[in-house]
Structure formats: C-alpha cells, structure tokens
C-alpha cells in the first residue's frame, strides 16, 4: 500500500509538473516589478468604486431588470417544467414518458449562454432574450428534479380519492401535491438563486441587466464603475438568498 501511494504522489506531481510545462507558466514573469505594479495600479481603480448619484441610479434599474429577468425565467420554468413532468413521471403511459424525458434532456443539456446566444439572435439585445434563455435551460433542470419527485411520492392518497370517485385532477391537487409541493418549492427557490447569478453573466452576451453593464465597464476599463456593479451583484444575490432561505423555512414548517 505505501509503494502504491508513492506511486501515486509521484505520478500525480509528474501531471502538475507536465500542466505547467505545457501551459508555459513564467512565475518569474508573473512576480516582476512590472507585473506587481501593473496589479496594484488594477486593485487601486478597482478598490475604489463609484457611488456617484447618476451610476448609483442606473445600477438601481439593471438590479431590478436583472431580478426581474431571473424571477420571470424561474416561475416560466417551473410551469414549464411541471407541464412536463407530469408525462415524465410515467403519468401518461410510456410513449409520453421516454418524449418528455428526450425534451427536459434537450432543455437542460444547452447551456444558458448557449441559450442566450441563440435568443439574442431570435428576441434580439436586451431582457427578453435572458428571460427565455434563463426558463428554457431552467424548465429542463426543474422538469427533471419535479419527475423524480412525483415518482417517489407514495400513491396511495390519490389512489383513495380515485377509488372514491374523484377525478385525476383532483387525485393529484389532493392527494400528490400537498406530499411533493414543499420539494417543488424547495427546488424552485434554489434554481432562482442559481438565476440571480447566471442574469448577471448572461449580460455578456446582450442579455441585459446588471451583467450587460459590467460587460460594458469592463471592456471601457472602467474599474470604478466595475466595482460598483460587482458590489451590487453581491448585495442582490446575499438578498434573494436570504429572502429564499424565508420562504423555504415558512412554507416547509406549514
């Protein structure tokens, strides 16, 4: 066993010794005088934000656009996800079931930026296009994670209502959604803060929002006004966290 772990110490710093190599990393060229004053001249423009009225004020608007944007993408994923996780789940027989699997792995295998690209060129610049990027990669996530929970929700209470004459909508509303529905909005809650963070990169793209104007900052070499935008990202996302932690605890412990 020691002769194996040698081995395999040796073998594992051979493969970081090899990665350098190849990435032809100069540390000495990285420690120089000119790099480290290059990188204090970038951390003292960029440690120093811009709180002026007029930035303060625009940010303020992309906060809401970008909140907006991943509030609208989640709850259109949710409905969407649910839609399909109803035949995916084997609700509606096998034929549907192995369709809605193939759509929610198709949903969820295209990255968001990916997604954004493509409605960028479809809905054109600004939130729109981040919206229906964020709920269809979302939908497919969603769609997967409310599937398996139907599936391993017990069925006996909506098999009562069932053999009590209700109908299937009221076996589900019933019988399955109260069992399943503090996971649902466990996962729902957890996806929009996942969105919070992915509106702001999606703006790299002409997605709008907070990230659209840090794109712009940065490529102007604006740091100031990077580091303001950087913070606001932080608070927004400290904010929904915390106001999702709320939710999830009010509506479990009901």
């Known amino acids: 066993m020691r002769i194996k772990g040698f081995f395999a110490f040796i073998t594992m710093l051979a493969a970081i010794v090899s990665s350098f190599a190849y990435l032809e990393t100069n540390f000495a060229e990285l420690f120089s005088r000119t790099s480290l004053g290059q990188m204090a001249k970038f951390a003292k423009g960029f440690l120093s934000p811009d709180f002026s009225h007029a930035h303060l004020s625009t940010i303020g608007w992309a906060s809401l656009e ?20 109803l035949p995916a ?113 999606l703006g790299f793209v002409g997605a709008g929002g907070l990230g659209q104007m840090l794109q712009i900052s940065l490529s102007l070499f604006q740091l100031a006004q990077a580091a303001t935008i950087i913070l606001a990202v932080l608070i927004l996302v400290l904010l929904v966290d915390a106001f999702s932690a709320w939710i999830r605890q009010r509506w479990i412990s009901l």
């Open 66 to 85: 970008t909140l907006a944007m991943s509030a609208m993408g989640t709850l259109v994923a949710a409905l969407l996800g649910m839609v399909l996780a």
């Open 89 to 201: 789940a084997g609700r509606l027989g096998s034929l549907f079931k192995a369709f809605a699997r193939l759509v929610l792995n198709a949903l969820r295998a295209v990255p968001e930026l990916v997604w954004a690209a493509l409605m960028v060129l479809a809905a054109g610049l600004g939130p729109n296009a981040g919206t229906l990027a964020l709920a269809l990669h979302t939908a497919g996530v969603l769609g997967r994670l409310f599937a398996e929970a139907l599936e391993n929700t017990p069925a006996a209470p909506s098999e009562a209502i069932r053999l009590a004459g209700g109908g299937r909508i009221a076996a589900f509303t019933y019988g399955t959604l109260p069992n399943v529905w503090p996971q649902l909005l466990a996962y729902t809650l957890y996806r929009w803060e996942n969105n919070i963070r992915m509106a702001t990169i």
